[in-house]
């Protein structure tokens, strides 16, 4: 039998148990409607990809502790929310802006930049897992060593360091895209 022949939630038991034909399943039949959702509240095909991708990226690394009884309105919602906070983030964008050009008259362009990056930046840190965060949080804002973080914690210091690599290893990897970005 196929995972096409599958209920939702015969689907997110198996997703669950870390089942990726399950999610892939889930994925491939609600990707379309999640989109039009997406779309009909932002207008804009890139972030309602991004949108829809965010939310079914949750579902998955959420799979052990979701309790979902009707998958297709707790995507839906989820979209809704995503938007929401799309859109809070955006708002969030022109207010430093507005704030930047507001403050200073000789605003350059380096202290936008320097704003928006850090703005970034800070919004990658509060997308990582639990532990990259905290690790990072620890040793870039509070100034910990990885012993130090270790102690803190009750994990060991190469598990600190190892959750510091991967923090790094990710905020390295999105600030290629917003260099292009802001290349362009």
């Known amino acids: 039998m196929t995972m096409q022949h599958f209920s939702d939630s015969e689907l ?7 089942d990726e034909a399950a999610f892939t399943e889930i994925y491939h039949r609600y990707w379309q409607q999640l989109l039009a959702i ?3 509240h932002t207008y804009d095909e890139s972030s309602a990809k991004e949108i829809v991708q965010e939310v079914l990226i949750k579902l998955w690394d959420r799979r052990e502790s979701l309790e979902i009884r009707e998958l297709s309105h707790y995507l839906a919602t989820a979209i809704k929310f995503s938007v929401f906070k799309h859109y809070h983030q955006q708002q969030r964008r022109k207010n430093i802006l507005h704030s930047i050009f507001r403050s200073s008259h000789s605003a350059d362009e380096e202290k936008i930049y320097a704003r928006l990056l850090d703005d970034y930046i800070n919004g990658i840190v509060e997308k990582l ?9 620890l040793s870039r804002m509070d100034g910990k060593t990885n012993q130090q973080i270790a102690g803190i914690m009750n994990i ?4 600190a360091e190892a959750h510091l690599t991967k923090a790094l290893r990710t905020i390295r990897l999105n600030l290629r895209h917003i260099n292009m970005l802001f290349f362009l």
């Not at 997110?12 to 870390?18: K, P, R, V």
């Open 12 to 18: 997110l038991t198996s997703m669950a148990t870390g």
């Open 38 to 40: 997406a779309w009909k």
């Open 129 to 137: 897992p639990e532990k990259c965060r905290q690790v990072y949080k």
């Open 156 to 159: 060991s210091e190469k598990t």
